[in-house]
Every structure is written in C-alpha cells, then in structure tokens.
C-alpha cells in the first residue's frame, strides 16, 4: 500500500498533505511505503503501479469538514500540463503505462489559510489534521485485519 502526502509546506495550510504523510512515516505503518512531495507529477504513475491500493494525501479547500476520503477511478483531465497533476490522472498514466490501476483513494483535508508565504499550519488545519490522522489509522487498521 502507498500513500502519497503532497502540498507545499511553505504555503501555509497547502503543507497538510506532506504533514500528514510525514507523521504517518513516524509511526510503525509496516504495510504502507509513504511518499512526501510537493507535487504529483507523471513520475508518481512508477510508483502507483507497484502497489495495490494508493492514498493520495491533499489539503482540501472549502469545504466544511474536517476531512473527505473518496475512491477515485482512473481519469484525464481536460488539459494535461507537466507540473502538478490530479490523483485521477495518475491513476489513467498508470493504467495506460503500466497496465494496472490499483485502488485509490483521496484524503482531503480541510485548510483556511492558503497563499501567504508562510510554515506551519493555522490552528484550524492542525485541528482538522488530529482528526484525518486518526479516521486514517483506524481505516488503515481494519484494513490490515480484513
């Protein structure tokens, strides 16, 4: 299993993705290889393929929840760039590449303070944080009990 934290730490609550997957990475998640990185980029489509179920970890702007957590099909975008790509796209790349489209999932988490060149994340988002982190290692846990 994979699980892919991404976002730009020096964005204020844009950092939520890598500061969930680096504290995922600091517990004993034996079953899972994490990822951190600012980004996805086309270059993510290798490492979906080796595994059979993704997590794709992002801030989530909006939105009046904590967290969201979807299943998420392979999909193209309307313009396809090559920077900063959508889970669905990477899933598509990995299908069309590599032949295989594991299960995937996205983790949003909800932000407020987005923009700002600054570290660390506003109270709200850490608060938002605590709860994603905790809805994800039950998941995660019944999952390796099933």
């Not at 504290?23 to 998640?29: G, I, K």
């Not at 034996?30 to 086309?42: E, H, N």
């Not at 939105?63 to 900063?84: M, Q, T």
């Amino acid at each position: 299993m994979l699980l892919i934290g991404y976002g730009n730490p020096g964005r204020g609550d844009d950092g939520l993705g890598p500061a969930f997957s680096e504290s995922m990475a600091a517990r004993d998640l034996t079953s899972w290889t994490i990822d951190t990185d600012y980004q996805l980029v086309a270059e993510h489509a290798f490492d979906v393929s080796g595994h059979e179920l993704v997590v794709f970890a992002d801030a989530e702007i909006g939105s009046a929840e904590p967290f969201s957590f979807r299943e998420i099909k392979p999909g193209a975008p309307e313009v396809l760039g090559s920077h900063s790509l959508v889970p669905e796209t990477v899933l598509s790349l990995c299908e069309t590449l590599y032949g295989v489209a594991p299960t995937a999932f996205v983790l949003g988490i909800s932000g407020v303070e987005y923009g700002e060149v600054k570290e660390g994340l506003s109270d709200q988002a850490a608060a938002n944080l605590t709860k994603a982190q905790a809805f994800f290692l039950d998941w995660a846990g019944r999952l390796s009990t099933a």
